[in-house]
């Protein structure tokens, strides 16, 4: 079989992916996305995404919610579980301070926008080398392939990394439905007020997000020893606590992801690259990782260009420059992680109960990050 020749080849067709293809949609390049699944396809996400992301990526407000769930979000209810909640608002006259979307939907909408072609409901099963990049499949020949494909990319570990194996991850379990007309008119959670409940021993969070009759539980954290347990507990509170409804199904999804300071995965070598969470790129206090995914695929599209098809690892080593020039270098530990863990939980109880810090750093730094301007390059257009 004569393979097909690209010049991009992307394995995974989430955010990350599909960013890419379409930031690079007008530079000439023959561009394929390959995943295993095919779309539209379940993902269990809370799924809040900025305005920000929405600029970065040029997407029309109007447009996307024709036909698809787009909750506008006017605040986050916050609270140390255990503690009292602290309502961080913002005014209706203004703009969302972010949206709340399906990713079934939102992944989906952006994968038909992107202009690649799409090979999908085939799984990556590996790459070797040739003269001019590599052999994906046996079948498909790519002058670069791209890493996109989430927590467990194939790419990465093809690369030669032992995913898992001395990996600090955060562990989530989650599960969305849709409420039936009953729990809809009962349920207190306002669908325009996330609620964020951090853990006692402040190592992660559980949310409680509705999307209009969609409701999204779910918990999060960098310790996963019996996150099961932790998962069942968290849920029987809210049932408890009357915020869920007391039917709200026992069997969560889980799936697991990178803080970006504590990830150690490679970014690239010769001819690849590795984008979204593959590189393990999540925020470090919200565990965001769309955000930061969407802007590794502008700069990677910016450095692909750059490079006039030369991509050994010299001329790729742009795209580890301008991600830490936007991110940070990982740094490891921070200062927070030298101080005991009496003092970190008392500095907490005190800080998590206090409306200033909640607004100014829970909300608006470590959940919207606020601070930091949209990154639109001059593929975003």
């Not at 209706?92 to 090979?119: N, Q, T, V």
């Not at 070797?128 to 498909?140: A, E, I, Q, S």
């Not at 194939?154 to 032992?162: D, I, L, N």
């Amino acid at each position: 079989m004569i393979p097909v020749v690209y010049d991009v080849l992307i394995v995974g067709g989430g955010p990350a992916g599909s960013t890419l293809a379409w930031s690079l949609r007008n530079s000439g390049l023959k561009i394929a996305i390959l995943d295993k699944q095919t779309f539209p396809r379940d993902k269990v996400c809370a799924g809040w995404v900025t305005p920000a992301v929405f600029e970065e990526l040029g997407l029309d407000v109007d447009d996307y919610r024709q036909g698809r769930t787009l909750q506008p979000i006017f605040g986050f209810r916050v609270s140390r579980i255990g503690q009292r909640e602290i309502d961080a608002r913002y005014s209706k006259s203004k703009s969302p301070a972010s949206y709340s979307i399906r990713r079934s939907e939102f992944d989906h909408y952006l994968l038909e926008r992107c202009g690649a072609e799409m090979i999908l409901g085939e799984k990556f099963t590996g790459m070797r080398k040739t003269d001019d990049g590599w052999l994906v499949n046996d079948k498909h020949q790519a002058r670069l392939v791209i890493g996109a494909g989430g927590h467990f990319c194939p790419v990465v570990r093809a690369m030669g990394s032992k995913l898992g194996s001395s990996e600090v991850i955060v562990a989530a379990q989650e599960i969305e439905f849709e409420m039936n007309e009953q729990q809809a008119a009962t349920s207190p959670i306002e669908a325009e007020v996330p609620e964020l409940l951090f853990c006692e021993d402040l190592k992660g969070y559980g949310w409680v997000v509705r999307k209009g009759n969609f409701l999204n539980i779910g918990l999060g954290r960098e310790d996963n020893h019996k996150l099961s347990e932790h998962v069942a507990i968290f849920r029987k509170m809210l049932i408890r606590q009357g915020k869920i409804p007391a039917d709200t199904p026992e069997k969560f999804h889980g799936h697991a992801y990178l803080l970006y300071p504590h990830a150690t995965r490679p970014l690239l070598q010769d001819a690849v690259l590795i984008i979204g969470d593959a590189a393990g790129l999540a925020y470090p206090e919200s565990g965001e990782g769309i955000r930061p995914a969407v802007e590794s695929s502008l700069i990677a599209a910016q450095v692909i260009e750059q490079a006039q098809g030369d991509y050994s690892q010299a001329s790729l080593m742009r795209y580890k420059t301008e991600l830490e020039a936007r991110l940070g270098k990982r740094e490891g530990k921070e200062v927070m992680d030298y101080l005991p863990g009496w003092f970190k939980s008392s500095l907490a109880g005190v800080l998590l109960s206090t409306e200033w810090f909640v607004k100014n750093y829970v909300v608006e730094r470590w959940f919207l990050h606020s601070e930091q301007a949209p990154l639109v390059t001059d593929r975003a257009g």
